[in-house]
């Protein structure tokens, strides 16, 4: 029988991924479509992509499938066209990453799971194949121009602070799961309006449009590839961008410029800031915005109580960690985890005054 799964060590597959001489070009793609027998699916897949020496993390599912790949230069007219070869996936778009190394993934993981994006629903009668209607960058820009058009923004509040569409509403919780419930209930008296939903690539922003024609809305469309390839025509094709600020992204620059607006504040001193950064101290690691003066003066740090174990040696900054999970913050609630530690700060600062 064939090997469907990797025997070979990390460590070794990593090494053997820096040995490559080829390039690897970085794609992604998702694709909401009935996949009848997954496991079978995920095999056949993993086989064919495996000999074409594709490396990523791939998730499939009965509702589609969702991936983040790297395949060898040479070998990505051949992924395509077994791609396109498959029922469902003639013609879908490949997202192609620009300023990538190709070396984020050195081995090809493949998973069978409940949902492609964990959603919540359990109600069996709704269906991902009535979604809301696509709209690319023009069609966006031409809704946006109706006053009754609602734009929903289905990101986490973090990327939300940092850049938006201008007249972009927030649903304000930190799950996808919380946010679909809350967006209906949120728009329940607006029904009969456009809505317009959107969200980093695409993914979420289209499972929420077919919620909401679920709940009973009439006019849903969604942003197709997100934000990115919104950014991504508005630069091609000369648009004038209505997102401003920062599309926030998981990498180590924490976010893309698209205007030259900066929408947010630094959440210590609260001058005009939208850098992201992780707390200096491991065993905090919060999320948060921080400007370069308060970057200086907290040493990098989201307060003083953290300031003061960076500046320990690093024996009794491993002894303060004991028992703490490292990165247990990232990415999550920051403004509110951040907030006691705001008022802890303002309260020191207050009493120095
Ligand atoms: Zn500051
Ligand atoms: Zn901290």
């Known amino acids: 029988m064939a090997l469907l ?42 086989q064919a992509l495996k000999d074409l020496k594709v490396f990523g993390r791939i998730y499939v599912a009965s509702e589609g499938i969702n991936a983040q790949i790297s395949v060898p230069d040479s070998n990505v007219e051949a992924f395509r066209a077994h791609i396109y070869s498959l029922p469902y996936l003639d013609g879908l778009r490949l997202n192609i990453a620009v300023d990538d190394d190709g070396k984020s993934f050195w081995v090809l993981k493949i998973k069978v799971r409940p949902k492609i994006v964990a959603d919540g629903i359990e109600d069996a009668s709704f269906d991902m194949r009535n979604k809301g209607k696509y709209v690319n960058a023009e069609q966006m820009n031409e809704l946006l121009k109706d006053p009754g058009t609602i734009v929903v923004d289905m990101r986490n509040h973090y990327e939300f602070e940092v850049g938006h569409f201008e007249t972009a509403v927030e649903v304000p919780s930190d799950t996808f799961r919380e946010q679909l419930p809350m967006a209906v209930d949120m728009l329940k008296d607006q029904r009969e309006k456009n809505i317009v939903m959107y969200c980093t690539g695409g993914i979420r ?136 530690r705001l008022n802890e700060i303002n309260n020191i600062n207050n009493q120095e005054d």
Do not use: W
Not at 21 to 30: L, N
Not at 292 to 297: D, G
């Open 205 to 340: 922003c289209e499972k929420a449009s077919a919620y909401m024609l679920h709940n009973g809305f009439k006019n849903v469309f969604h942003l197709e590839g997100g934000i990115i390839n919104y950014a991504q025509q508005v630069k091609d094709k000369g648009l004038d961008s209505k997102f401003i600020g920062k599309n926030f992204v998981f990498d180590n620059r924490m976010g893309e410029r698209i205007t030259e607006d900066v929408i947010a504040q630094c959440h210590q001193c609260g001058q005009p800031a939208d850098t992201h950064v992780n707390c200096a101290n491991d065993g905090c690691h919060l999320l948060f915005i921080q400007c370069p003066a308060c970057a200086e003066k907290y040493k990098g740090t989201c307060s003083d109580a953290c300031q003061e174990v960076v500046l320990l040696p690093e024996e009794d900054q491993k002894a303060s960690r004991r028992g703490v999970e490292k990165g247990v913050h990232t990415f999550n609630k920051s403004r509110s985890r951040l907030r006691p």
């Open 5 to 46: 799964h990797n025997r070979v060590s990390q460590k070794e597959l990593k090494e053997l991924l820096f040995q490559e001489t080829e390039p690897r070009t970085t794609i992604s793609f998702y694709e909401y479509f009935p996949i009848e027998n997954p496991q079978q699916f995920r095999d056949e897949l993993y």
